[in-house]
């Protein structure tokens, strides 16, 4: 029976309907999970394919042997036929596949599956129906596997766009997962371009790898699906040695576009991998500017590494688009990474997304996107910069990610030509103001801005560059202003009461604190061993004290205080820093503390997204507004005037004595 007989294949447009039934069957029947599902259809989907280039004819089942199938019979020749061609796979796609990989469905599920696919010629069904299919197929059950396979098509779509490529150049994702950003980069192409030749595109010019093999299956199978020969995906670990990988990669002059999505928060902590990297050594800052030393790390963050190795994969002049965690862009422990961006690379853009992009694929990560051009000659240092903010993604930040669609006032879709409802995002609007900022158009919108390079210090995050805050400064800047950290003390020393594990102290945190009336309105009774860690400073008669982390820093609702004597001596949280030996009028100051100017610069400062905060250099570096003196002297008069009151309020409450006849 091996030689069976020939079916004669026949184009298929309908694939959408098989794959999932297929899918559901193997799900239905054999016990596996979403994951483990979906990578044994892709398995099966190598194998057909495998056969139809080798003209093997073995994925095949016969109507006797479907029937023994289903009436509970035992049959080894199909699974002896598929495993030959199995063999035969395994073997044309080494780096995809193990030596020792086997296929884990039934024999029931196999020989259904091959049931629905053997008449079916999946290299001559047209190449539009056939990767359509498999691009929804995956959208259905991707996600339900991991997570960690998706970065929303959105997003995806939107870093193409503003890189533009073009049918020339070639393209890497170092990190592709199911290769979302090269089938975008083709679907732009594809676009763009009226006598593509898609083959050509695939075999020659779109480049992908992951660490992860049933991952770097599917991103194959997608580009399989599109154009019937050679494909460049292959799993390695990107973060290996570059002589190597680009040797693997078949191409050491350097790519024309990186497109990637690094894995967020992933530690490498291998210190051979490490030193291959200068970002994998620990770096001074001597005067403004930083220098790598010899101390290897004894971790990062792998993005960071991606970060180097995506610019190290480039040809001069070539262009990158990466999405990273926001800490990259603001933490102040990660300046060097900026500076060793700015040092190695053109900033072409930055835009931010919205906290909830990632929600529907399994993390609430804020992120950005960066776009770099490579320029390690570093010769220009004069350019401008394009900063964008994404507010509407198009989808809600659910764990759906149900699509938001444009409403009119009446609460109607708007439709487009063809009567389709248009989605309500704005990351086609920022596209455009790009390509005008291309042009040489200064940039000045609603959601998009341009800074010349000069003004860059030393953070890359939308908002501290935002209009309105520069507006803000340059009024600070042209009247009169002081540094915070030139008119008083910050006290940062521990006390030294915390060393008497035994001793009784009153403690004093973020929550104790009337915002409205900058009082202090409650303690707490601890011994110090019962204290929280963060208990650390002790508060004086006539300090100010005022909030640096947590999530109202910089809001309204921001805490500032003046001690008076009846919490003299207490310790508060190191969510505050305690204000002394002030240069300027105490009261006055007190007042700016809680002025829109003050609550800005502190909401512009604020990094972090779990516990916002703000630092000690940063609370230094705000800027205080001194008005004429006959102004401080108004200020203070009516702030002293209000505590007196306040306290006066509550002496005639406290003298109130009713007694109970």
Request: glycine fraction near 6%; aromatic fraction near 10%.
């Amino acid at each position: 029976m091996n030689s069976l007989f020939e079916i004669p294949l026949t184009k298929e447009d309908n694939l959408l309907k098989k794959f999932e039934e297929i899918h559901d069957y193997i799900y239905a029947n054999d016990g596996l999970s979403p994951q483990q599902t979906l990578e044994e259809f892709v398995k099966i989907l190598f194998i057909k394919i495998c056969d139809e280039n080798e003209s093997l004819n073995q994925f095949t089942i016969s109507t006797e042997e479907w029937n023994e199938l289903k009436s509970g019979k035992t049959n080894h020749s199909i699974a002896e036929r598929i495993s030959v061609v199995f063999e035969k796979t395994k073997q044309t796609y080494q780096d995809i596949f193990d030596s020792d990989d086997r296929i884990r469905i039934s024999a029931i599920a196999l020989g259904f599956t091959i049931n629905k696919l053997q008449g079916i010629s999946l290299l001559n069904s047209s190449q539009d129906a056939k990767g359509l299919a498999f691009q929804k197929f995956l959208s259905h059950h991707e996600k339900d596997g991991r997570g960690q396979f998706f970065t929303p098509e959105p997003v995806i779509d939107f870093c193409v766009a503003m890189m533009q490529p073009k049918t020339n150049e070639t393209i890497i994702d170092p990190a592709c997962g199911s290769g979302g950003f090269l089938m975008s980069a083709l679907k732009y192409l594809q676009n763009n371009n009226t006598e593509l030749d898609t083959s050509q595109i695939v075999s020659k010019n779109l480049f992908g790898s992951d660490i992860n093999k049933s991952i770097a299956r599917i991103a194959k199978m997608k580009l399989l699906l599109e154009a019937n020969g050679k494909t460049n995906i292959l799993c390695t670990n990107s973060l290996e040695d570059l002589d190597s990988l680009k040797l693997t990669l078949s191409n050491t002059k350097g790519f024309d576009l990186v497109l990637a999505n690094p894995p967020f928060g992933a530690k490498i902590t291998n210190s051979s991998t490490l030193s291959k990297f200068d970002l994998g050594y620990k770096w001074t800052n001597h005067e403004g500017e930083y220098h790598k030393t010899k101390t290897v790390y004894p971790n990062q963050n792998a993005e960071i590494l991606f970060i180097e190795r995506c610019l190290q994969l480039l040809k001069e002049g070539g262009r990158m688009a990466i999405v990273l965690p926001n800490g990259n862009f603001e933490n102040p422990s990660l300046e060097y990474l900026r500076y060793y961006i700015k040092l190695k690379a053109k900033i072409l853009a930055i835009v931010n997304l919205p906290q909830e992009t990632f929600i529907p694929f399994g993390t609430g990560v804020k992120t950005s996107l960066l776009f770099l051009e490579k320029d390690t000659p570093n010769k220009v240092r004069q350019y401008p910069i394009f900063f964008g903010r994404v507010t509407k993604l198009g989808y809600q930040g659910n764990k759906n990610g149900t699509p938001q669609y444009q409403k009119d006032k009446y609460g109607q879709l708007v439709k487009d030509n063809l009567g389709q409802p248009i989605l309500d995002e704005n990351f086609s609007v920022i596209v455009e103001a790009f390509k005008e900022f291309q042009k040489g158009i200064e940039i000045d919108k609603e959601n998009s801005f341009s800074i010349n390079y000069n003004e860059l210090n030393g953070r890359f995050d939308y908002d501290f560059y935002s209009p309105e805050n520069r507006k803000m400064f340059t009024k600070l800047d042209t009247g009169k202003s002081v540094r915070l950290g030139d008119i008083c003390d910050i006290i940062k020393v521990k006390s030294k009461k915390l060393k008497d594990q035994n001793q009784t102290v009153e403690y004093v945190e973020l929550s104790d604190i009337n915002t409205h009336s900058y009082e202090i309105i409650n303690s707490t009774t601890y011994q110090v061993h019962e204290l929280p860690s963060r208990a650390s400073y002790e508060i004086e008669n006539g300090d100010i004290i005022t909030a640096i982390a947590g999530n109202s820093v910089g809001t309204r609702k921001h805490a500032t205080a003046l001690v008076n004597t009846d919490f003299e001596g207490s310790i508060c949280t190191n969510g505050f820093r305690v204000l002394r030996n002030f240069k300027i009028d105490s009261y006055y100051l007190l007042y700016f503390l809680k002025s829109e100017v003050f609550l800005k610069q502190m909401f512009m400062y604020r990094t972090g997204a779990a516990i916002p905060n703000v630092s000690d250099t940063d609370l230094a570096n705000t800027l205080i507004h001194l008005p004429d003196d006959k102004t401080i002297t108004e200020i203070s008069s009516k702030m002293k005037k209000a505590f007196e009151l306040r306290q006066e309020s509550r002496n005639q409450i406290e003298s109130i004595n009713l007694e109970l006849a």
